[in-house]
């Protein structure tokens, strides 16, 4: 099995190794690809010690499957090329997720829609990491709306963005002025309810792909969406607050049972003890935690609201990545 990571210095590239070998994924032979500015560094991995090479059209020569991950312009460029090669690909950038012929994939949800394409599409993080919590509720209840707000970490914008958080958080302790490159506004001590360009119809973009991405996935765009997206000083993992109106009337209790059964899901709902979701516990972990599940005062009988938690890093980017790489190779 050869394979090649296209991006893999990156914050998402990293973390794709780590999976990898986390989901015992064999490979004979892993080829890491950056930009010129990394090539030739050398990288350890859990394959061994691996010098990175530039990505060009050779990179792809002889692969079996290849991971993108270093943003829509270099996806646009080489995916292409790499599938015309025989070379099955996922890519974590926008570039193809809104193509009809192009399976848009949260393997917990629609595993089935991946079949024998060249090409699969892991979605925007903030979709995975709901989709995995929203999924086995819609199962049951069926979803008439989803009201969004999120709270995101400062790794969206990838290695540099932590830089920066970092940085200018010792500055203000420092009394000096922030250096902002990565985001519309200093981030450290503030929160920006601004992620991505804002569009015709004053969503940002980033909020629109949760609409946009959630009716692919669950195949259903009657389901009425709406998302607030913003900006938090957290280094890694996004939250995300929820309210649900159901077709169905809502057990609350049977939610938290089939929430606990759920893959990818840990439910961490225990109120009285001050157990609920926190980015500081979900970064790192491969599980979305949901939490403070009541029902909602709003839609009554048929409403709940609830709270998640999830490391955009795994199961918004790299984890997704290599489940789709895994069920590819199985199947
Ligand atoms: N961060 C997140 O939370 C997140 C979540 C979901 C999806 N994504 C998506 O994942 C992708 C990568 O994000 P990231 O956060 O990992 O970014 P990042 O930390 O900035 O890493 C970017 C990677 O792309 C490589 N790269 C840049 N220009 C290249 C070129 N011309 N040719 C080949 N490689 C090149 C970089 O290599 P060098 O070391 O040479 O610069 C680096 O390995 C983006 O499409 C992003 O939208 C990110």
Redesign the pocket.
């Known amino acids: 099995m050869k394979l090649g990571i296209?991006?893999?210095?990156?914050?998402?590239?990293?973390e794709m190794i780590r999976c990898l070998d986390d989901l015992g994924i064999k490979i004979d032979e892993l080829r890491l690809?950056?930009?010129?500015?990394?090539?030739g560094?050398t990288m350890n991995t859990p394959y061994g010690y691996i010098n990175?090479v530039?990505?060009t059209d050779a990179f792809f020569d002889g692969l079996d499957y290849a991971l993108?991950?270093?943003?829509?312009?270099?996806?646009k460029q080489f995916i292409p090329i790499a599938t015309s090669q025989g070379v099955r690909v996922i890519d974590?950038?926008?570039a193809f997720r809104y193509h009809d012929d192009i399976p848009l994939v949260v393997p917990q949800v629609n595993a089935a829609d991946i079949g024998d394409a060249m090409l699969v599409a892991?979605p925007?993080?903030t979709t995975a990491i709901a989709a995995v919590a929203l999924y086995p509720i819609y199962q049951k209840y069926g979803l008439k709306k989803i009201i969004m707000s999120t709270y995101q970490?400062a790794?969206?914008?990838?290695?540099?963005?932590m830089h920066e958080l970092l940085d200018n958080t010792k500055r203000y302790l420092d009394n000096t002025d922030p250096v902002v490159e990565n985001f519309k506004y200093n981030l450290a001590f503030n929160l920006i309810p601004h992620i991505d360009a804002f569009q015709e119809n004053d969503y940002t973009k980033e909020e629109m792909k949760v609409t946009w991405e959630t009716w692919k996935i669950f195949h259903d765009p009657k389901i009425k969406i709406s998302c607030t997206a913003v900006r938090i000083p957290t280094l890694r993992a996004h939250s995300e607050s929820i309210v649900l109106e159901t077709e169905k009337v809502v057990d609350v209790e049977d939610i938290r049972e089939i929430l606990r059964q759920s893959p990818g899901v840990m439910l961490r709902d225990d109120v009285a003890q001050g157990i609920y979701p926190m980015p500081a516990n979900a970064t790192g972990k491969y599980d979305v935690e949901v939490g403070r599940i009541r029902k909602s005062l709003v839609f009554g009988d048929n409403g709940v609201e609830l709270f998640v938690s999830g490391d955009?890093?795994l199961r918004?980017?790299a984890l997704n990545a290599v489940e789709i790489l895994q069920y590819m190779i199985k199947n």
């Open positions: 296209v991006g893999a210095t990156g914050a998402v590239g990293q690809g950056t930009s010129h500015r990394s090539a560094k990175t530039e990505v993108f991950s270093a943003g829509g312009d270099i996806s974590n950038s926008s892991n925007n993080c970490a790794s969206w914008a990838g290695a540099k963005g955009q890093l918004g980017a």
